[in-house]
């Protein structure tokens, strides 16, 4: 659904993207892990037009992403980040119904699409009429989630949309998320630094190292085979609970 | 969105009202000083007993007046003889008091004959000091070389001032000082100097008993007093000139000097004063009402919202354009920036008086309730806060909702309404109510150029020394000002969405829990 080939990105001196080939097969989530730094936000912002790569192509459903298509595969993508990024001056509704109302939709037409989002997102309807600062963080990531589904994208983007949450909050929603990416059977692709969080919501994961790839595909494989010495001591680096 | 479109739309229907105050009937003019408002008010009044109207336009300096009355926008104005030869034919070395009337001819302009007095320059001294040094013409200066003088600035830099005068007379002193004319009065009167420079009609000679020195050497111009009229007068006014020439050799400097001195320790008010001395002297009887003070703040209130209004409206419209072009192009936008910078570094008085001229050349009105002169310096003045703070706002938006909003797939043109304004609204509407209260401040400057408002009555306390005139225009001013930035701050609840503005106490914001 997604590919990037031979993508390069660099910021000054420092090489963020190093020639990078990477596939996110239709219905499938892809989890991007790695460091911080190690160049994963960065391919993700490059697949919705946020940075564009110095050489390389982006392909959207094998079309290569430029600046006349941009608009349009924007529609086709639902995008997430940490924190939710949600406008703090609308209120849930405004926020949700945002791209409806850009796109000129009948009220009917957002309301009817907002009641099927918030019994997916399991929010209460007494949410709408709040701003952002008045919903606790996990609030605001269920939001932030349904504008992203608002226009039933084809694909979706999360840029470590749990990363501000904490551990009861995130499970619970990480258990959420799963079951609506299963549900909805959406191309996903997800970055992440947290092993257990990549575990257990991903059918393809790839481990980024200064703006390359050090391992892709399967997340057993990762666990039972890391290809070099960082891939171990990444893996090893996730504490267990249990001893 | 709606109620800000409403809003834009109210103010700007509101900018555009045309002023409530235009000048009507005749204008008389006179210049911002109180002799020349006494003469000003005086002439009004006998336009008056003839059945016309009158309007009295206290304008400001020489140039200011001569120029309006060139250009018709008074029809005539009291002026001196030497001021003329001296100031407004100054280019002219032929100039004198013989041609003048074909000089001002050229300009169609017509002179009326001498009033009766000659208000010009002369050295005065205590009478103490003249009988003990035996003092009675300027030359006596000479043999006491230690005297201390005190002389207005303006005197000290004229060509006909103490430059010359010290060569002609060949005087060798030393101790001079420039200070204010006001002062120079309380100084001599003190002691702590012994000569000052007066004009001959000065209230304060009678009262302080001060001994004029003799110019046997006719250094000094005369400075005649005169009425200048437009000679179209006479054809739109038949009989007019007439009246008016009742003025001619009927006040004697002595009268004159007694009208200084009632209006200066506020015995009378200045127009009744002149309306006494009319009725006095040449049997004109004429009508005085003094609006009551509440009516005259009242008035004085009407004129300076007029202005804050025609300049800080139009002001809001081009400031926040401008500051979103400097914060969506920032290397222009420094230029934008840069030039409303510049404007706001030019002293209010230059800006005014740089702008009469250009204002002059597009026939709008330099005077009154409607000066347009004052509008633009003040719109210039209030375009640097809103430009500033508009950018500022832009900005500094956290760039998350500006990614955000993009890969929603928003156009930019929506992400700027929608988005970027309403973030950045706080901060505008912040610069605005900075502007509006600056605005309300700077308004009272424009009685230098004859705008009407709180200055006026600010600038008159000043030059008769009346602390309760000045505090006429300096309280309402003051009051104004609070008032507006009250209205700004209910306005901000209006336009500033709700969860932007601080928090009303007792609710609660989880995400700082």
């Known amino acids: 659904m997604i590919e990037l080939r031979g993508i390069s990105k660099r910021y000054g001196a420092h090489l963020a993207v190093d020639s990078i080939d990477l596939e996110c097969p239709q219905g499938k989530t892809q989890v991007l892990i790695g460091t911080s730094g190690c160049g994963k936000s960065t391919l993700l912002r490059m697949m919705v037009g946020l940075v564009l790569p110095d050489t390389g192509t982006v392909l959207f459903g094998e079309k290569p992403l430029t600046e006349q298509t941009i608009s349009e595969v924007r529609q086709r993508i639902g995008y997430m980040i940490q924190e939710g990024g949600l406008f703090p001056h609308l209120t849930v509704r405004e926020n949700v119904g945002i791209v409806p109302r850009f796109l000129g939709w009948q009220s009917a037409r957002t309301n009817v699409r907002i009641d099927e989002l918030l019994e997916l997102t399991q929010l209460s309807s007494a949410m709408l009429d709040r701003f952002p600062r008045q919903l606790s963080g996990g609030q605001r990531q269920r939001v932030s989630l349904m504008r992203a589904l608002m226009l039933d994208p084809d694909v979706l983007l999360l840029d470590e949309p749990l990363g501000d949450l904490d551990p009861m909050i995130r499970a619970e929603l990480q258990q959420d998320l799963r079951t609506i990416f299963r549900e909805l059977g959406k191309t996903v692709v997800l970055v992440t630094h947290d092993l257990a969080e990549a575990g257990f919501l991903a059918d393809r994961i790839t481990l980024l190292r200064g703006g390359k790839i050090v391992q892709q595909g399967e997340f057993a494989d990762l666990l039972e085979h890391p290809v070099d010495d960082f891939a171990a001591r990444f893996v090893q680096a996730q504490r267990p609970v249990f001893s | 969105m709606k109620h800000i479109l409403l809003i834009g739309l109210v103010l700007l229907l509101l900018a555009f009202v045309p002023s409530g105050s235009s000048p009507r009937g005749i204008r008389v003019g006179s210049k911002q000083f109180p002799e020349s408002d006494i003469l000003g008010d005086m002439l009004s009044q006998i336009i008056r007993s003839t ?32 001021t003329l030869i001296k100031e407004v034919f100054s280019n002219n070395p032929q100039a004198s008091q013989e041609n003048l009337e074909a000089l001002l001819a050229a300009e169609n302009i017509c002179t009326s004959q001498s009033l009766g007095f000659n208000n010009s320059y002369a050295l005065a001294v205590r009478r103490d000091t003249a009988e003990q040094l035996n003092l009675e013409s300027i030359e006596d200066l000479a043999a006491h070389p230690n005297l201390r003088l005190g002389f207005s600035n303006e005197f000290v830099d004229r060509d006909d001032g103490w430059k010359n005068l010290r ?38 000679l009678a009262e302080l008993d001060l001994v004029l020195l003799k110019d046997n050497l006719q250094y000094f111009p005369r400075y005649d007093a005169v009425v200048l009229y437009r000679s179209d007068l006479e054809s739109r006014f038949p009989g007019l000139v007439e009246k008016i020439s009742l003025l001619e050799m009927a006040i004697s400097p002595d009268e004159m000097r007694k ?59 081009a400031a926040i354009p401008l500051g979103i072009f400097a914060a969506k192009f920032p290397r222009v936008g420094q230029l934008v920036l840069g030039a409303v910078g510049v404007v706001q570094t030019i002293p209010a008085l230059a800006l005014l008086v740089l702008l009469i001229a250009p204002v002059a050349y597009f026939n709008f009105s330099t005077l009154g309730a409607g000066s347009v002169t004052a509008v633009v310096a003040l719109f210039l003045y209030s375009l640097l806060p809103i430009v500033r703070n508009t950018a500022t706002g832009l900005s500094s938006i956290a760039p998350e909702y500006i990614e955000s909003a993009t890969a929603l797939g928003l156009s930019s043109k929506f992400r700027l309404l929608h988005i970027e304004l309403p973030l950045a609204s706080p901060s505008i509407l912040a610069g605005i109510k900075t502007a509006g209260v600056m605005n309300v401040g ?28 000045i505090m006429q225009g300096a309280i309402p001013a003051a009051c104004l000002a609070i008032l507006l930035q009250f209205f700004f701050e209910y306005a901000e609840r209006w336009l500033v969405p709700a969860s932007l503005r601080p928090l009303a106490s007792g609710e609660v914001d989880v995400s700082r829990s």
């Open chain 2, 51 to 82: 059945g016309e109207e009158a309007t009295h336009l206290s304008v400001g300096g020489t140039t200011v007046v001569f120029d309006a009355l060139k250009r018709g926008e008074i029809d005539l104005y009291p002026e001196y003889t030497g």
């Open chain 2, 259 to 317: 009208l200084n001195a009632q209006v200066a320790s506020r015995e009378v008010s200045q127009s009744q004063a002149a309306a006494e001395f009319l009725n006095d002297k040449l049997d004109i009887k004429t009508q005085v009402k003094d609006p009551s003070v509440a009516a005259r703040i009242w008035q004085r209130t009407l004129e300076h919202c007029d202005l804050v209004r025609r300049s800080l409206i139009p002001a809001i419209f």
């Open chain 2, 167 to 204: 060569k002609r007379y060949g005087l060798t002193h030393q101790d001079v000082a420039g200070m204010e004319h006001s002062v120079a009065y309380r100084q001599l009167e003190a002691e702590s100097i012994d000569v000052m420079d007066v004009y001959t009609t000065d209230a304060q």
């Open chain 2, 442 to 469: 700077f308004a009272t400057l424009g009685a230098l150029v004859g705008a009407d408002g709180y200055g006026q009555p600010i600038l008159k306390g000043i030059r008769l020394n009346d602390t309760g005139l």
